[in-house]
Nanobody, 126 residues
Framework: QVQLVESGGGLVEAGGSLKLSCAASGRTLSSNVVGWFLQAPGKEREFVAGIKRSDGSTNYADSSKGRFSISSDSAKNTVTLQMNSLKPEDTAVYYC???????????????????WGQGTQVTVSS
């Protein structure tokens, strides 16, 4: 069982930046596709960005394009989400998730991801 651990959340002012990291705990992350999702209070979990680790291809939600950047470090077995120009509406719990090994599509539905971290809180003040 792959365990994912997020870090890097916190409180930041609007316009600021945060870097979130996702690491596999206990074993090497074999999944090719890793995504970041957010969930605001009372709302459904939604896709933020995803990466196919084998070739570095990425997919972003429209709200993330131009502000967020996802990257993968195979040596460190981590996936990072760099978030710039943060807005109050970005406030949410951010989750790292991974698809089953062997799958290569960067899907946007949380139902297609099987491994999840416990989440990290991001709060953007106005």
């Amino acid at each position: 069982q792959v365990q994912l651990v997020e870090s890097g959340g916190g409180l930041v002012e609007a316009g600021g930046s945060l870097k979130l990291s996702c690491a596999a705990s206990g074993r090497t992350l074999s999944s090719n596709v890793v995504g970041w999702f957010l969930q605001a209070p009372g709302k459904e979990r939604e896709f933020v960005a995803g990466i196919k680790r084998s070739d570095g291809s990425t997919n972003y939600a429209d709200s993330s394009k131009g502000r967020f950047s996802i990257s993968s470090d195979s040596a460190k077995n981590t996936v990072t989400l760099q978030m710039n120009s943060l807005k109050p509406e970005d406030t949410a719990v951010y989750y790292c998730a991974a698809r089953n090994a062997g799958l290569v599509l960067i899907t946007t539905s949380p139902r297609t991801y099987v491994y999840w971290g416990q989440g990290t809180q991001v709060t953007v003040s106005s």
